[in-house]
């Protein structure tokens, strides 16, 4: 870093007797006003300056990466590692659903989902869209050396996340028991206990993307999608045995609530111990309106997301019933099989895409895009097509009754295809700079999800719900294939693939232009 010195009128006016006798006169005929002026001028000047050599060295960090760090292989074998640890993940939590669902009958899983599907939603605005903008701020953070600001960072958005959870689970606590005072309604213990897993669950994804700031994705992820399943597939059971081979929501939601207290703390303490070289030291600094200047508008981003994901369930408990609701969402979770490969590859590649934009690697970002595609549709296309086929005993496998989901999962598989036909669209729009127009996609593809399942629900049932959803991630997708194609003028859809050297070479032409 670059430090420079203040000017000032004085030292100016000092150089007079250096200057040679014509400069001396023109400077001599200078009022002090506007010499002033010039210094105020030079300042300007020289703060133009320290910015482009701020960006000079963000370039200068990108460009100390190896050719080898941005080679497919090198993307590949991160994609491996990351691919098995979401696999865990993956197969861990679908475990624990269908155990769940066994162990507690529709009836009881489907309360259970109800409250865990409205607490994820809830979580979103808890997070005030800090969890993204944490991973930007540390990340410059590091480059500028800035540890105070990082040290500041990390404690306040982690103490702003639990106050503002701590403050919605009271404050739906009240309100649900003063709802329930009045009307009485069957699940309004298990939500008064539930809402206790919102403060837990923003700290969770807070923490993930620290993790991920400390480029570890062991600590990002291990805790949450490994540790954590483990951890409540194994509470469960004891709960099971215990309670004679019966389990009910609140106990239930009684154990998330316990190993999710456990999880979130050892994973801050190895956050922490990752960070701890770097801003133990450091004087904290704090710019809370800069942080939350940023992470505001990413809320948005966030929660539309978060709807698109979860809106479809909760309106089939609130127009069908929790019972229904439980069922439909083993057909939902079970349809995420078919995404996992396109969030597994988007975790490798996402900080490739900002990288290679940023040179203005069109060719380059072009390559990445297309390798990203290949590898996202084909194993995602198998999985569709085994879920598709044997639909009937996967979903027996949550129990007889959920055999009914039969249609609905179908429906949901192909809308999720469309996610990986498409390729890694929307992660692209962010992370080139796009992120208002994704912003707007979301948006409009959130309103749309509850309108289409506001009509569909009550005529078609949870087949409509699934329907909605679908027709939902279908226009979200071609959308921001779209703009993708006329912002960064990159084709990112596997069909693209086909079409390998004529695409590289449209590319290199725009190249040639500019």
């Given at each position: 870093?670059?430090?420079?010195?203040?000017?000032?009128?004085?030292?100016?006016?000092?150089m007079?007797?250096?200057?040679?006798?014509?400069?001396?006169?023109?400077?001599?005929?200078?009022?002090?006003?506007?010499?002033?002026?010039?210094?105020?001028?030079?300042?300007?000047?020289l703060?133009?300056?320290?910015?482009?050599?701020?960006?000079?060295?963000i370039?200068l960090?990108?460009?100390?990466k190896t050719?080898?760090?941005l080679?497919?292989?090198h993307?590949?074998?991160?994609?491996?590692?990351?691919?098995?640890?979401?696999?865990s993940?993956?197969?861990?939590?679908?475990?624990?659903?269908?155990?769940?669902?066994?162990w507690?009958?529709?009836?009881?899983?489907?309360?259970?989902?109800y409250?865990v599907?409205?607490?994820?939603?809830?979580?979103i605005?808890?997070?005030?869209?800090l969890?993204?903008?944490?991973?930007?701020?540390i990340?410059?953070?590091?480059?500028?050396?800035?540890?105070?600001?990082?040290?500041?960072?990390?404690?306040?958005?982690w103490?702003?996340?639990l106050?503002?959870?701590?403050?919605?689970?009271?404050?739906?606590?009240?309100?649900?028991s003063v709802?329930d005072?009045?009307?009485?309604?069957t699940?309004?213990q298990?939500?008064?206990?539930?809402?206790?897993?919102?403060?837990?669950?923003?700290l969770?994804?807070?923490?993930?993307?620290?993790?991920?700031?400390?480029?570890s994705?062991?600590?990002a992820?291990g805790?949450?999608?490994?540790?954590?399943?483990?951890?409540l597939?194994?509470?469960?059971?004891?709960l099971?045995?215990?309670?004679?081979k019966?389990l009910t929501?609140?106990?239930?939601?009684?154990?998330?609530?316990?190993?999710?207290v456990?999880v979130?703390?050892?994973?801050?303490?190895f956050?922490?111990?990752s960070?701890?070289?770097?801003?133990?030291?450091?004087?904290?600094?704090?710019?809370r309106r800069?942080w939350?200047?940023v992470a505001?508008?990413?809320?948005?981003?966030r929660?539309?997301?978060e709807?698109?994901?979860?809106i479809?369930?909760?309106?089939?408990?609130?127009?069908l019933g929790?019972?229904?609701?439980?069922?439909?969402?083993?057909?939902?979770?079970?349809?995420?099989?078919?995404s996992?490969?396109l969030?597994t590859?988007?975790?490798?590649?996402a900080?490739?895409?900002?990288?290679?934009?940023t040179?203005?690697?069109?060719?380059?970002?072009?390559k990445v895009?297309?390798?990203?595609?290949?590898?996202?549709?084909?194993?995602?296309?198998i999985?569709?097509?085994?879920l598709?086929?044997?639909?009937?005993?996967?979903l027996?496998?949550?129990?007889e009754?959920?055999v009914?989901?039969?249609?609905?999962?179908k429906?949901l598989?192909?809308?999720?295809?469309?996610n990986?036909?498409?390729?890694?669209?929307?992660?692209?729009m962010?992370?080139?700079?796009?992120?208002?127009?994704?912003?707007i996609?979301?948006?409009?593809?959130?309103?749309i999800?509850?309108?289409?399942?506001?009509?569909?629900?009550?005529?078609?049932?949870?087949d409509?719900?699934?329907?909605a959803?679908?027709?939902?991630?279908?226009?979200?997708?071609?959308w921001?294939s779209?703009?993708?194609?006329?912002?960064?003028?990159?084709f990112?859809?596997?069909?693209?693939?086909f079409?390998?050297?004529?695409?590289?070479?449209?590319?290199?032409?725009?190249?040639?232009?500019?």
């Amino acid at each position: 870093m670059i430090i420079f010195a203040r000017i000032s009128p004085l030292p100016l006016l000092e150089m007079k007797h250096k200057l040679d006798p014509d400069e001396q006169t023109q400077l001599n005929q200078l009022s002090k006003e506007e010499l002033v002026q010039i210094v105020v001028e030079a300042r300007r000047k020289l703060k133009e300056l320290e910015e482009r050599i701020i960006q000079l060295s963000i370039s200068l960090n990108l460009d100390s990466k190896t050719s080898s760090d941005l080679d497919l292989k090198h993307l590949a074998k991160d994609t491996i590692f990351a691919l098995f640890l979401q696999l865990s993940g993956v197969v861990l939590t679908y475990l624990v659903q269908v155990c769940l669902a066994r162990w507690m009958g529709k009836v009881e899983y489907g309360i259970y989902t109800y409250v865990v599907a409205w607490c994820l939603v809830l979580a979103i605005p808890v997070g005030l869209g800090l969890p993204r903008a944490v991973l930007r701020f540390i990340t410059e953070y590091r480059v500028k050396e800035e540890w105070g600001k990082m040290r500041g960072l990390l404690l306040s958005s982690w103490q702003l996340t639990l106050g503002m959870g701590l403050l919605v689970a009271i404050t739906c606590t009240i309100i649900i028991s003063v709802f329930d005072y009045y009307y009485q309604f069957t699940y309004a213990q298990a939500l008064i206990f539930g809402v206790w897993i919102i403060p837990l669950q923003s700290l969770l994804q807070l923490q993930e993307d620290m993790g991920r700031g400390a480029k570890s994705l062991t600590i990002a992820y291990g805790p949450s999608k490994v540790l954590w399943p483990i951890l409540l597939l194994g509470g469960s059971f004891c709960l099971f045995q215990w309670q004679e081979k019966t389990l009910t929501s609140i106990p239930m939601i009684d154990m998330t609530i316990a190993t999710l207290v456990g999880v979130v703390l050892l994973q801050l303490a190895f956050i922490w111990q990752s960070f701890a070289q770097e801003i133990t030291s450091a004087s904290t600094i704090y710019a809370r309106r800069q942080w939350l200047g940023v992470a505001l508008p990413l809320l948005f981003h966030r929660a539309f997301r978060e709807i698109l994901r979860q809106i479809d369930i909760i309106m089939v408990g609130s127009f069908l019933g929790v019972a229904t609701a439980g069922i439909y969402n083993a057909a939902a979770n079970t349809a995420l099989w078919v995404s996992f490969i396109l969030q597994t590859v988007n975790l490798v590649v996402a900080p490739t895409f900002t990288h290679l934009y940023t040179q203005k690697d069109r060719i380059g970002l072009q390559k990445v895009v297309l390798a990203a595609s290949i590898w996202i549709f084909w194993p995602s296309l198998i999985i569709a097509g085994v879920l598709i086929i044997f639909a009937q005993p996967i979903l027996a496998l949550f129990g007889e009754e959920f055999v009914t989901a039969n249609w609905s999962l179908k429906i949901l598989v192909i809308g999720q295809l469309t996610n990986a036909l498409c390729g890694s669209v929307g992660n692209l729009m962010v992370m080139t700079g796009y992120q208002n127009q994704v912003l707007i996609v979301s948006g409009s593809c959130a309103l749309i999800n509850v309108v289409l399942n506001a009509i569909a629900i009550p005529i078609l049932g949870m087949d409509g719900a699934a329907l909605a959803t679908a027709f939902t991630l279908i226009v979200y997708n071609v959308w921001c294939s779209f703009l993708v194609v006329k912002n960064i003028k990159i084709f990112p859809s596997i069909i693209s693939s086909f079409f390998h050297r004529d695409i590289l070479t449209i590319n290199e032409n725009l190249k040639d232009n500019n």
